[in-house]
């Protein structure tokens, strides 16, 4: 507890033990100067005992207030877990295959992103623990202190840098589309104009279809819900990350889509921490050097691309 919880802490416990009986002057009760000023005055009369219900109520509204306050007042200290050990709670929008995705049946989340913040976790000497939340909700959930640090394939932009701060880039990725197969008049982004393009919300995906002249927009919540979508013929095309729409293609073994060559974007993926919050962001960068220097990093990257390095 800090000084000025103490200090109310206090004032209330000796306002209820009748210590304090401040006859009328509330201020100076606050101040603590009438600590003894009440002994002996008579509390029987009810004038004196309607003050000090008043009083009591003042003394617990400010102590209210002061841990609220301190509540929501960025306690940096990691939170601890049942085991004693200090834990990173992380964000993650899991519906981005290769990088954070759940299997039916699974209980546990996997994909690079998830397999590199629990390296990155250990490194620090923390538990992970990871939440998952839709993609538009991970940066107010960050910002409202509900998690540590975001991982979920999220673009360094400067847009994003004005309400988080990022770690160093640790994935290079940028979008390309999906369109159905038998599809003969999308070949470049040039041909989206005035096309219907689905993508997930919140994504620099949506921010770049918005762009494009004459098109309609869809917003949906996931990229599975985007390729739903266009195999339902809802949509012409699918505005993704590259590595999650080959993914989807090849490694899911959909058919009746494919995946075009052009790269629209290029896009460094960043950890996000809470803005100003550099101790953190230094000490993920250090991890991540670490993980880079001792192999680790690499094994992950093959787990999940391949040999080849980016
Ligand atoms: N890289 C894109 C962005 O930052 C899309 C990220 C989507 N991530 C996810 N887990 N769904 O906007």
Known sequence: ?????????????????????????????????????????????????????????????????????????????????????????VGASVDFAPFEFQDEGQSE????????????????????????????GLIPALQAKNVDVLISGVTINDERKQNVDFSDPYYESGLTMVVREDEQNIKTFSDLKGKKIAVQIGTTSAKEAKKIEGAEVKELNTPAD????????????????????????HKSGQTGVKTLPERLTSEDYGIAVAKGNKELAEKINAALKKLKENGEYDKIFAKWFGEQKK
Request: glycine residues 12%.
């Open 1 to 89: 507890m800090n000084e000025p919880e103490e200090f109310l802490l206090g004032l209330v416990v000796r306002l209820m033990i009748g210590e304090c009986r401040c006859p009328t002057d509330v201020a100076m009760c606050l101040r603590g100067v009438c600590t003894t000023s009440g002994v002996g005055a008579s509390p029987e009369s009810r004038d004196d005992m309607f003050k000090m219900k008043k009083l009591l109520l003042v003394g617990v509204l400010c102590l209210a207030a002061a841990i609220g306050l301190s509540g929501c007042g960025g306690n940096q200290e990691a939170a601890t877990s049942s085991s004693g050990g200090k834990v990173l709670k």
């Open 109 to 136: 989340y996997q994909g690079f992103d998830m397999d590199l913040i629990r390296a990155i976790g250990k490194e620090m000497g923390y538990e992970v623990e990871i939440s998952n939340i839709g993609f538009d």
């Open 226 to 249: 985007c390729f739903m979508e266009l195999k339902n013929g809802g949509v012409d095309a699918v505005v993704n990350d590259r590595p999650v729409n080959d993914y989807y293609i």
